[in-house]
């Protein structure tokens, strides 16, 4: 059984930063796809914002470009995504996952929350 567990997530202010953490068991990890998606307030679908290939090729949603980074330490089964520049539009659950095809493979795990205000 493949299980996500999200940390890092805090109130923080516009422009300010936060690193998400996201550890990863049951899975082979060092083969697998990593996402971060995020589930705004009222919104019922998640949205895919940073993938990561297994040997480390990234991709990123429009809205993050440029302001996020996801990365990957395979001896510890971890992403992480760092978060710079936050705007009050970030605000979400950010969740992680294994993606195959930009399609989340497992059951979510609880998630972080990420509230950004003044």
């Known amino acids: 059984q493949v299980e996500f567990v999200e940390s890092g997530g805090d109130l923080v202010q516009p422009g300010g930063s936060l690193r998400l953490s996201c550890v990863v068991s049951?899975?082979?990890?060092?083969?697998?796809?990593m996402g971060w998606y995020r589930q705004p307030p009222g919104k019922t679908e998640r949205e895919l914002v940073a993938?990561?290939?297994?040997?480390?090729?990234?991709n990123y949603d429009q809205s993050v470009q440029g302001r996020f980074t996801i990365s990957r330490d395979n001896a510890k089964n971890t992403a992480y995504l760092q978060m710079n520049s936050l705007k009050p539009e970030d605000t979400a659950v950010y969740y992680c996952n294994v993606v195959s095809l930009a399609i989340a493979l497992y059951s979510w795990g609880q998630g972080t929350q990420v509230t950004v205000s003044s």
């Open positions: 993938h990561i290939s297994s040997y480390g090729s990234t």
């Open positions: 049951g899975s082979s990890f060092v083969r697998d796809a």
